[in-house]
């Protein structure tokens, strides 16, 4: 095979510093190079590509979008070859400042409880723990790490599984006494079903008839909600019927503070719970790759 004899790298840092410095014979002198060596690796870094990234005039010069693009992704993967190096010269321990993207009841539930073991097991990382049920876009936000519930979309991120859970139809004691209790689904329609105020990959509550066949029925109620926390607090305090999965809400099953309906018409779906991270193998900074095998350890979804 034939050795191929491209330093990418290099080619991105040049890139990255032209762009900042808008101008190639700034970038040729912050980076001691000739300007004419600075436009032919640009050039050669466009024609591997396939695309124009920057056009030149003899007054600006101008990014184009694409170029603007690559410009990101660059800045983030020098980022990333640094902080690697840093971990390598330090014995790859893990250290920096971990930035974590979660859904509201996993955040509250299951990572708030166990951050500070992690945070005293490896002094030198910091955790940024933002909680949102909205679907964030990881190298938008700048984030290592988000926890993602349910169905996942096709992507380039990497998943690892934390564990799964049977999910329920549940409401109050107080709700049922003073709305009834539903006997089938098709009594959900004459009850408020709390739903999500954003949009999500599946829209209604499954359900299997005496038949065998599946069918759905919307959460079409009066009230809607920004999490699954807020819902199941909505739940607890008699505002309507709400779908939770059992990790969740199984502590109040018990407890009796909410009551499963409809049971002998569930169909046993589960919904999964994963951490998506972007970056694999000996990429992947040592503060992420210990915080997953640590999730791995002390998460229970049961």
Known sequence: MARIDVNRSAEIEVFVRVVETESFSAAARALKMTPSAVSKLVARLENRLGTRLVRRSTRRLQVTPEGNAFYESGVRILADMAAAEREAAAGAAPRGRLRVNSNVPFGQHRLI???PEFLARHPDVAVDLVLTDHVVDLLEERADLAIRAGPLANS????RKLGQTRMAVVASPAYLEARGTPRTPADLT???LLGFCFSRIYEG???????GRMFT????GRSLVSDGETMRLMALAGAGIARHARWHVGPD???GRLVPLLEEFNPGDEEAVHAVY??????????VRAFLDYLVEKVDLN
């Open 190 to 192: 004459d009850h408020n």
């Open 113 to 115: 409880p166990v951050v």
């Open 278 to 287: 972007v970056g694999q193998g000996k990429f992947l900074p040592a503060r």
């Open 156 to 159: 380039a991120l990497i998943a």
């Open 205 to 211: 509550w499954p359900f299997v008839g005496a038949d």
């Open 217 to 220: 029925v919307p959460p079409t």
């Open 253 to 255: 099953i018990a407890a």
